[in-house]
């Protein structure tokens, strides 16, 4: 059965450059979320978006944003990136109502 | 603020044995209440939803409580093997009321064969 894709697998970059993460849910499923973890913490909330529209924000700095397309990928985009930015980056998708999350293998971000 | 509690140390269990897991929280009332797993470096894998008005859940060799009077839920893996060995995530969801689950800070378990 098709899982969460998530792309790239692993990502270097350098201080101040910019990073573009992506994400293909499974299919049919409404809702998209991404998760930061960091070395030995939990996932932590960043963003959802519901039917293409965000639905709920939690930790995210301003200097990352993302967007769901109308194909349903969605893409988390990290600006002026720091050393603290180096983490698991985990996209889930759901269906709304009551369900399990299924989470994508992540991208681990590196920055040098 | 919403506070998930999980045993913090690692939980080392004999192999054959039970082994439980506990999640309390507060300041939180969830509407469902998830069990994960997480081997290193991959992605949480769901394993168990509970609701609010539900006790007990079994799936397999795994058993979920969910008591919202005591505000905790306690996670059951029977019949334990070396295969289970992993971190254990526990996570609330509000259902409507909210998009995003939270997730506690997980519980390693490591099953000696």
């Known amino acids: 059965a098709a899982g969460v894709i998530q792309s790239p697998r692993h990502l270097i970059k350098e201080k101040r450059e910019t990073a573009t993460l992506k994400c293909y849910p499974i299919p049919r499923h409404d809702t998209v979320y991404w998760y930061q973890q960091g070395p030995g913490q939990d996932p932590q909330f960043l963003i959802s978006?519901?039917?293409?529209?965000?639905?709920d924000k939690g930790s995210i700095p301003d200097r990352f944003s993302a967007q769901q397309f109308s194909d349903y990928h969605s893409e988390l985009n990290m600006s002026s990136l720091e050393l603290g930015d180096s983490a698991l980056y985990f996209c889930?998708?759901?269906?709304?109502?009551?369900?399990?999350?299924?989470f994508g293998s992540g991208t681990r971000l590196t920055v040098v | 603020s919403q506070k998930i509690e999980q045993n913090s140390e690692a939980l080392n269990i004999q192999e054959g044995k039970t082994a439980t897991l506990t999640c309390n929280y507060t300041n939180y009332s969830p509407a469902y209440l998830q069990w994960y797993r997480q081997d290193p470096g991959r992605g949480p894998v769901f394993l168990l939803l509970?609701?609010?008005?539900?006790k007990e859940k079994r799936k397999e060799r795994l058993k979920v409580t969910f008591d919202t009077t005591l505000k905790q839920s306690l996670f059951h893996i029977t019949a334990s093997q070396p295969a289970d060995s992993a971190t254990y995530l526990c996570?609330?969801?509000?259902?409507?009321?909210?998009?995003?689950?939270?997730f506690g800070k997980g519980t390693r378990l490591h099953i000696l064969p």
């Open positions: 978006f519901y039917e293409k529209m965000q639905s």
């Open positions: 509970i609701r609010e008005n539900e």
């Open positions: 889930a998708s759901s269906l709304r109502r009551g369900g399990g999350y299924t």
């Open positions: 996570a609330l969801d509000a259902g409507d009321r909210d998009d995003k689950i939270i």
